[in-house]
């Protein structure tokens, strides 16, 4: 079975806004968009990639967040056209990230132009946790995607399970007695102390671990940093991959799993952008294999 992470793509343009007709949180996004993030994050390296990770004829694409920059409707729409170019939502498995639901109209946008990628309807009270974590299992796999994407005050990019979202992952992450399916966690936020400044960080991320150390995954997938970070922890492995728009790192991982005797066997290849080539393509970065005992 083979799987593809995807992460970060920020694939909106904003060059149709006015900062002026903008509102609080957003004016900021949106100077940070003119200023750096137009320049940094490309639709032509995301079209590249997007090909070159079709071309590895995936069962299931996992996409960790952020798709926009600002969570206007307008991005939306654009996102929900590169969400169907990766793959029916059986195919295509998404969390949100701080980036989507990032104003207080952001998840009604995201219910209106997602709906097919997104856990039920549009929650009454607006609560971004609801029908997370998400469970689909295919073949022995078994994926769970977890919602932290609260919207917050200008200047953080906080993220946040909540309590009653954290009861019912432990509830998912557990396995029954001779349940020997591989579990793979996607969150947009890294639950790793020390990888994000305190602004970006996920505020319940001890009581995630905690979770985690009761019944952990398999592997945990993860994005938000825009960077390409491999761990092994205790009982689990997790990946961090680079934003899949950026001129300077843009990468995607090819996860292969295979059921042995013993258990998953995994194996885990970093794709990486070579800016240096004359011209553009993705190349073998790294690779790791490991087995997953049931
Ligand atoms: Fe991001
Ligand atoms: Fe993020």
């Known amino acids: 079975m083979r799987l593809i992470h995807i992460t970060d793509p920020h694939l909106s343009s904003l060059a149709g806004q006015s900062f002026w007709n903008l509102r609080g949180k957003r004016r900021s996004g949106y100077l940070s968009w003119y200023r750096n993030r137009q320049f940094v994050h490309r639709r032509e390296i995301l079209d590249l990639l997007t090909e070159s990770a079709a071309a590895c004829e995936p069962d299931r694409v996992l996409v960790t967040g952020d798709l926009v920059h600002i969570g206007l409707d307008s991005e939306m729409i654009e996102a929900a056209n590169w969400l169907r170019q990766l793959g029916p939502p059986e195919k295509v498995m998404f969390v949100p990230g701080n980036h989507d639901n990032y104003a207080l109209d952001s998840l009604s946008s995201m219910h209106r132009h997602w709906a097919d990628y997104l856990p039920g309807h549009f929650p009454p009270g607006g ?25 917050t005050r200008i200047f953080s990019a906080r993220g946040e399970l909540g309590e009653q979202q954290r009861q019912r992952l432990a509830v998912a992450l557990e396995k ?37 150390g009761e019944s952990s995954p398999d592997l945990l997938l993860y994005g938000h940093i825009h960077l390409n970070r491999e761990n092994q922890h205790s009982g689990f492995r997790s990946f961090c991959t680079a934003s899949a728009s950026s001129v300077e790192n843009a990468s995607f991982r090819i ?35 490991w087995l997953a005992s049931a």
Not at 127 to 151: F, I, M, Q, W
Not at 261 to 288: I, P
């Open 176 to 212: 029954s007695d001779g349940d020997n399916c591989f579990e793979c966690l996607l969150i947009h936020h890294p639950p790793f102390p020390g990888m994000t400044r305190r602004r970006k960080s996920l505020r319940d991320a001890a009581k995630l671990l905690g979770i985690m």
């Open 255 to 289: 996860i292969d799993l295979e059921k042995e005797q013993k258990g998953w066997r995994c194996r885990v290849r970093l794709m990486t952008l070579d800016a240096t080539a004359s011209t553009r393509s993705f190349s073998l970065a790294s690779e790791s294999s």
């Open 127 to 151: 609560d971004y946790t609801s029908g997370y974590p998400v469970v689909r299992e295919h073949n022995g796999l078994k994926l769970v995607g977890v919602n932290t994407a609260c919207v």
